[in-house]
């Protein structure tokens, strides 16, 4: 999907955006299952090929030897699969504290990487795509720390305050500005002082 193909159709600026937003968060999805799929046939065949070379060198050896490389082998195959299942939800857990960070705003990329590490060190659990008790954890954050936060109340608000200036020519001298403002201004771009 492209942009210019939305345009084409009569979408606005804010609509492409919006539909481009929801058309990524569909393609992450498709991109994790890929990424699973993927991950269990190369670990199913990775288990596949290791066993078949493990029989080959079974032949001529007695039961009980056997036994006890087929219960090391068993072990081996269990430690495998638990770590591919912490791999798995580590990476899910990467992605849903990446996406809970997202909709912060931070004062800057130390801060995020701060709390980042602060959030990594609880120890919180992800159940059915949520990081549990990550709200809490972020708030107690703030608290201790409300510098490593952008408050998006009070930064709204200065953007949205009025600024008023006098129109031109209505200050001091009549059809002109003060020259203490214009000398100002003059110094602002470099200029030398008007006398």
Same mark, same amino acid.
């Given at each position: 999907?492209?942009?210019?193909?939305?345009?084409?159709?009569?979408?606005?600026?804010?609509?492409?955006?919006? $539909?481009?937003?929801?058309?990524?968060?569909?393609?992450?999805?498709?991109?994790?299952?890929?990424?699973?799929?993927?991950?269990?046939?190369?670990?199913?065949? *990775?288990?596949?090929?290791?066993?078949?070379?493990?029989?080959?060198?079974?032949?001529?050896?007695?039961?009980?030897?056997? &036994?006890?490389?087929?219960?090391?082998? !068993?072990?081996?195959?269990?430690?495998?699969?638990?770590?591919?299942?912490?791999?798995?939800?580590?990476?899910?857990?990467?992605?849903?504290?990446?996406?809970?960070?997202?909709?912060?705003?931070?004062?800057?990329?130390?801060?995020?990487?701060?709390?980042?590490?602060?959030?990594?060190?609880?120890?919180?659990?992800?159940?059915?795509?949520?990081?549990? *008790?990550?709200?809490?954890? $972020?708030? &107690?954050?703030?608290?201790?720390?409300?510098?490593?936060?952008?408050?998006?109340?009070?930064?709204?608000?200065?953007?949205?305050?009025?600024?008023?200036?006098?129109?031109?020519?209505?200050? *001091?001298?009549? *059809?002109?500005?003060?020259?203490?403002?214009?000398?100002?201004?003059?110094?602002?771009?470099?200029?030398?002082? !008007?006398?």
């Amino acid at each position: 999907m492209k942009t210019e193909e939305l345009k084409t159709q009569g979408l606005t600026d804010d609509q492409i955006a919006f $539909v481009m937003a929801e058309n990524g968060k569909d393609l992450k999805k498709l991109q994790r299952e890929n990424e699973t799929l993927t991950h269990d046939r190369d670990t199913w065949k *990775g288990k596949a090929e290791t066993a078949e070379s493990t029989l080959k060198n079974f032949e001529g050896i007695d039961p009980a030897k056997l &036994q006890q490389e087929l219960d090391s082998w !068993k072990e081996k195959a269990r430690q495998a699969e638990e770590d591919a299942k912490n791999q798995l939800q580590e990476r899910d857990f990467n992605d849903a504290l990446r996406d809970a960070l997202d909709q912060i705003t931070f004062s800057s990329e130390a801060a995020k990487r701060d709390v980042t590490a602060q959030i990594r060190a609880a120890g919180l659990k992800l159940d059915n795509g949520r990081i549990l *008790g990550l709200n809490d954890l $972020v708030e &107690q954050i703030r608290e201790k720390d409300a510098s490593a936060f952008v408050d998006e109340q009070q930064q709204q608000a200065q953007q949205n305050a009025a600024r008023f200036t006098a129109p031109a020519g209505k200050r *001091g001298a009549p *059809g002109g500005t003060d020259t203490a403002d214009e000398n100002q201004m003059r110094s602002w771009f470099g200029l030398s002082p !008007k006398k």
